[in-house]
């Protein structure tokens, strides 16, 4: 049984930062895509960063670039996502995913998804 659990979500001010975790079980996060999502209140989950299964390049969301970095520990088998200069924007939901796909940045090409993790920017 394939289990993705993310964590250290919360509340912070704008200009501030979190890391958030990913801890997998059942699957081998190095031999998988991994990516984090983000999904804020009405609108539609998108993309915010993967690496890539077939070439393990990094993709960033363009409103990202620069603020967040995803990193991968494959002792712990825990992908992270490390976010810094957080703006009321980034509230959202954040789900981490995994899929064996080269389409980095598209939601249906990943077979495992987290239960999320609450990120919320405000002053």
């Known amino acids: 049984q394939v289990q993705l659990v993310e964590s250290g979500g919360g509340l912070v001010q704008p200009g501030g930062s979190l890391r958030l975790s990913c801890a997998a079980s059942?699957?081998?996060?190095?031999?998988?895509?991994m990516a984090w999502f983000r999904q804020a209140p009405g609108k539609e989950r998108e993309f915010v960063v993967g690496i890539g299964w077939s070439d393990e390049n990094t993709y960033y969301a363009h409103f990202v670039k620069g603020r967040f970095t995803m990193s991968r520990d494959n002792a712990k088998n825990t992908v992270y996502l490390q976010m810094n200069s957080l703006k009321p924007e980034d509230t959202a939901v954040y789900y981490c995913a995994a899929g064996r796909t080269s389409r980095v940045t598209n939601k249906p090409g990943y077979d495992f998804w987290g239960q999320g993790t609450q990120v919320t920017v405000s002053s």
């Open positions: 059942g699957i081998i996060v190095s031999t998988y895509g």
